[in-house]
């Protein structure tokens, strides 16, 4: 069962953006920037290095407070009772960052990888740090909690995993006790292959799913004594996906598509009828996001969804009650109230906006006594920031393509260096926050748009299925048009047009160059795709299951393979004439280091400038702090030097 996804997934957007990397910094700036002053410059490190502390939890009894740290250039663990000045530093890790973390018990769940290969090892430890162990394997393995067992009677030790040791297709489900590390198949999925669990608030089982690669097969039983039987059949473009049991374990919450509708909502399901009975929560214009709830009082407290930015519907009045009360004491401020005690009298409160990477308070709810925690990024001045601005423009078919813009503080908005940031995924879409690759760019004088073309996910269906095999056409056209809409305006130089992306967006990078090789003056394709014949090949094992399902939304390799042709970078190198940046993991799973390789090795075949960096110790993205220096300082050198802000970086930095 989940722990309050729905506001961890909005935190994430809030505080990170939508880089896949953690955003940090260093150094105060103490000059303002005014109108017509642009701000100083701020060095690329404080925009990229690790956070001072973040990742706050509580502790289930509320005595303690855990965020991460950095220590030898890793983020770790730390501990601090409350009311005390003395921390403890729990875990030691120069191998990896730390990633998600929360308490179980007196003891801490934390979970890494090595060297970005995405093979998630999940480990416990005791709150002094004497006691570190793997209850996953840790070569080989994808592994992450199924299941906390929160506040489940007789597993105070255990949580639920799934991993996919005996298959690497399939993910099996174990229970695992954090202090012995001793384990316990939940099922035998030997037989069944399912691919993915639901379980209710007892801990137990109760649907498991299996796929054909483009029907998805829901089976259900009432209890662990009973066998799974076949229980509802969905396509991959419809959407229906449990939140979580209704309290008494006998309906779901959902969210869903069906029955016709474009927009996904949150409603209670019938499990007897097969049927949606009440709707909880709608929107128009968006889809639906999430639940959060209440474990002690057992009521949905809200529903979140994104528009331009994150909204909530609250379900509760002493939810809103609580909002209320915190409503002046962050004005400005987007803020979320998140990671309560199991008295829930106290809370963790985060606050930021576009410009202020945002601060951790704890909230005590009884004596209503808000306290500062920390500020993971002091050393950025958000008066020295860019304003991220949510636009609308159409696309030349007729869509309505949202997204924003960032124009650098200080300058007229006229005739400015561009440049284009498109998101990974492609199905996933870029939300409004501080995000520090854009303030980078902005602090060096460019203006920045990111747009959610077609495919881009929180729209609805209509708008999602729009980018069925269109991987660089219409999606391509979207990005385009967003480039035409703003010189236009006045606001860029069309002949200082730079673009950039991550995964996904590393392709559109390359299919931009590719197929509109006049428009970008300068590229920068990070671990981008730039085959979709070879990109398909070697997708991850677990993939695998979901194959059927990419040839229907990308192309199939032999049904599609001329449209496949066409879309590949790699296959058109001769088009390209634009300068081009591209950096890689050694390790990543999801585009193999292979897919840059060869991207090189044709565009230096036609004779076409190609700066090309590679991390052993990296995946999909770096996330190693010195892994990012390296790569955000040479990207700033590079389109500094083709789209011409100005900006020379000083003497050593």
């Not at 990111?450 to 999602?464: D, V």
């Amino acid at each position: 069962m989940k722990r309050n996804s729905s506001f961890a997934s909005v935190l994430a957007a809030l505080v990170t953006g939508t880089v896949i990397l953690s955003s940090c910094g260093s150094a105060e700036q103490e000059e303002k920037a005014t109108a017509g002053t642009p701000p100083p410059t701020v060095d690329m490190k404080d925009f990229f290095k690790n956070p001072e502390k973040s990742s706050f939890n509580i502790s289930p009894d509320g005595q303690y407070i855990s965020y991460l740290a950095p220590w030898k250039g890793r983020m770790n663990i730390v501990v601090q009772k409350v009311g005390s000045p003395e921390t403890v530093q729990v875990t030691k890790d120069t191998i990896r960052d730390i990633g998600g973390y929360f308490w179980k018990g007196d003891r801490i769940l934390y979970s890494r990888d090595i060297n970005g290969d995405e093979n998630f090892i999940v480990f416990s430890a005791s709150i002094d740090g004497t006691d570190v162990k793997a209850l996953t394997p840790e070569k080989g393995v994808v592994a992450g909690i199924l299941d906390d067992l929160d506040n489940v009677p007789g597993m105070e030790q255990s949580v639920m995993v799934q991993m996919n040791d005996r298959d690497a297709r399939v993910f099996d489900p174990y229970l695992i006790n954090v202090v012995t590390g001793a384990r316990k198949a939940m099922y035998d999925n030997s037989k069944d292959n399912y691919e993915s669990w639901i379980t209710d608030h007892n801990g137990v089982i109760r649907m498991a799913t299996k796929t054909d690669g483009v029907n998805t097969t829901i089976f259900y039983r009432a209890s662990d004594k009973e066998p799974f039987a076949p229980y509802m059949t969905t396509g991959f473009k419809d959407f229906w996906a449990p939140e979580m049991f209704t309290f008494d374990n006998t309906n779901l919450i959902v969210n869903h598509n069906l029955n016709g509708r474009d927009k996904t909502a949150i409603v209670e399901w019938d499990l007897a009828g097969k049927k949606e009975i009440r709707v909880i929560a709608e929107n128009a214009d968006y889809d639906m996001g999430g639940v959060s709830y209440s474990k002690k009082r057992k009521v949905l407290t809200m529903a979140t969804w994104t528009g331009a930015k994150s909204e909530r519907l609250f379900l509760d009045k002493e939810t809103e009650a609580m909002y209320g009360k915190l409503a002046p004491k962050f004005e400005g401020l987007d803020y979320w109230v998140y990671g309560e005690d199991d008295s829930e009298t106290k809370f963790l409160v985060w606050a930021g906006n576009d410009r202020d990477p945002g601060t951790f308070y704890s909230y005590d709810l009884t004596m209503d006594k808000l306290e500062k925690l920390a500020s993971p990024r002091p050393w950025i001045d958000p008066s020295q920031m860019a304003a991220m601005e949510p636009i609308t423009y159409t696309s030349r078919d007729g869509l309505t393509i949202h997204g924003y813009l960032t124009l650098p503080a200080g300058r007229e908005a006229k005739n400015l260096p561009l440049v284009v940031n498109p998101h990974g995924g492609p199905w996933a879409r870029d939300q409004w926050g501080f995000n520090p690759e854009v303030q980078l760019l902005a602090n060096r004088g460019y203006a920045v748009l990111q747009m959610n073309f077609r495919g881009s996910t929180g729209y609805g269906r209509k708008f999602w299925e729009a980018s069925f095999k269109q991987w660089g056409k219409t999606m391509q056209d979207d990005i385009t048009d967003g480039v035409d809409y703003l010189v236009k305006s006045g606001k860029v130089d069309p002949k200082r047009v730079a673009i950039y992306g991550a995964s996904y967006g590393g392709y559109a990078t390359l299919a931009g160059i590719t197929y509109t090789p006049d428009l970008y003056a300068a590229a920068v394709d990070y671990v981008g795709v730039s085959d979709l014949f070879t990109f398909q090949r070697s997708i991850p094992p677990y993939w695998a299951p979901f194959k059927a399902m990419m040839f229907e939304m990308v192309g199939d390799p032999v049904a599609d393979s001329l449209l496949l042709d066409a879309a590949s970078p790699a296959r058109h190198a001769d088009k390209i004439k634009t300068p081009l940046f591209i950096a890689q993991g050694a390790n990543d799973p999801r585009v193999v280091k292979a897919e840059s390789d060869q991207m090189v090795a044709a565009l230096k075949g036609h004779g076409v400038e190609v700066e090309y960096m590679v991390k052993d110790n990296e995946g999909h993205g770096f996330h190693n702090e010195e892994n990012r220096f390296d790569f955000y300082g040479a990207m700033e050198k590079f389109l500094d030097k083709y789209i011409g802000s100005g900006y020379t970086p000083a003497a050593g930095k």
